[in-house]
């Protein structure tokens, strides 16, 4: 089946950890995105990859960091330096075209503590 | 200036009536995309319909259509025949043609159909 994958669902850490949040597409998808969303709120744009070994940064990308070593992968690091980490996180692709919609995993709950 | 604005916080409809939530869209670029998603509480993101700029007719998916006025910016999701399972947030969404892949979501509006 084809879509996309991000592991765990659930992710507990200790304040001061860096956490890796994985996210895997076997759609032959370009582009490749992460979002971060807080309770009640819209989704907010951390990170996006438009080819292989090439992101940008979105609106919320401090604290964050990412690779796109595989067009397939677009994993997160969730740094120390995030202040507020605890949110769910959303990893998404689309075609690099602008008729197509974006396609999004199940997302992961962090809880930092 | 807000990208995408979305002014109904919350809403709530009748089962089996039909329902309206808001959206207006900011941009110059003459090519764009407007997407709507649906977000139950288990969290995933639901595609529902999508919008070209220059699509003559509104969009329509099923109990899903798109009131698309170009020239007012807007482009309203319309529910018809309201089930309990629509209960959700709702989310409207634009891609330019000239950024092609970044999307711009709004702030989402929380559905609530009672039965």
């Known amino acids: 089946d084809g879509g996309i994958t991000q592991s765990p669902k659930y992710l507990f850490r200790k304040e001061g950890q860096n956490v890796t949040l994985s996210c895997e597409q076997n759609?032959?998808?370009?582009?490749m995105y992460w979002y971060r969303q807080d309770p009640g709120q819209g989704l907010r744009l951390i990170y996006y990859s438009q080819i292989v070994n090439d992101f940008q940064k979105g609106d919320i990308a401090e604290g964050y960091s990412v690779s796109r070593e595989k067009k397939e992968s677009f994993p997160l690091t969730v740094t120390s330096a995030q202040k507020n980490p605890t949110a769910f996180y959303l990893c998404?692709?689309?075609?690099?075209?602008?008729?197509?919609?974006?396609?999004f995993g199940p997302g992961t709950r962090l809880t930092v503590t | 200036a807000q990208k995408i604005t979305q002014t109904q916080p919350g809403m709530f409809v009748q089962e089996k009536e039909a329902v309206t939530l808001d959206c207006t869209y900011d941009t110059s670029d003459p090519s764009y995309g407007l997407f709507w998603y649906k977000q139950p509480s288990s969290g995933e993101m639901i595609f529902l319909i999508y919008q070209g700029s220059y699509d003559q007719q509104n969009a329509t998916e099923g109990r899903y259509s798109l009131n698309f006025q170009k020239a007012r910016k807007s482009a309203n999701l319309v529910i018809s025949a309201s089930q309990l399972g629509d209960s959700a947030m709702y989310f409207c969404a634009m891609r330019e043609g000239r950024t092609g892949n970044q999307f711009y979501f709004g702030t989402g509006t929380s559905l609530t159909v009672i039965p």
């Open positions: 759609l032959n998808h370009d582009a």
């Open positions: 998404a692709s689309s075609p690099g075209l602008p008729s197509y919609e974006q396609y």
